[in-house]
Nanobody, 124 residues
Framework: QVQLVESGGGLVQAGGSLRLSCAAS????????MAWFRQAPGKEREFVVT????????NYADSVKGRFTISTDNAKNTVYLQMYSLKPEDTANYYC?????????????????WGQGTQVTVSS
């Protein structure tokens, strides 16, 4: 019903910046919340940030607060994750997620649709 495609990942040095994009297609009208999660090698997937459809509510994980910014362009059905001051510990596969539900939750079960992920590697 909803397809999500991430882009923008890559290799960057510590202290650098990247902007990830997540383009939604299909029945996008049913989406209320969107989020970014990430999964580092050997670790469980973890919450990064969520945003409400209107963009009026955001919630960041403490580990990225002040360094990452999420935004949404509803006309393009795209969510962006601007990442500044990247650290080696930010290295992970970053996944976009979308939910039909409200609440901007930080747990995976809240989200109904997932992208395939885009790899971010931060070198020291």
């Amino acid at each position: 019903q909803v397809q999500l495609v991430e882009s923008g990942g890559g290799l960057v040095q510590a202290g650098g910046s990247l902007r990830l994009s997540c383009a939604a297609s299909g029945r996008t009208v049913i989406i209320n919340d969107m989020a970014w999660f990430r999964q580092a090698p050997g670790k469980e997937r973890e919450f990064v940030v969520t945003i409400s459809r209107t963009g009026g509510f955001t919630n960041y994980a403490d580990s990225v607060k002040g360094r990452f910014t999420i935004s949404t362009d509803n006309a393009k059905n795209t969510v962006y994750l601007q990442m500044y001051s990247l650290k080696p510990e930010d290295t992970a596969n970053y996944y976009c997620a979308a939910s039909r539900k409200f609440g901007s939750r930080s747990y995976e079960g809240h989200y109904d649709y997932w992208g395939q992920g885009t790899q971010v590697t931060v070198s020291s």
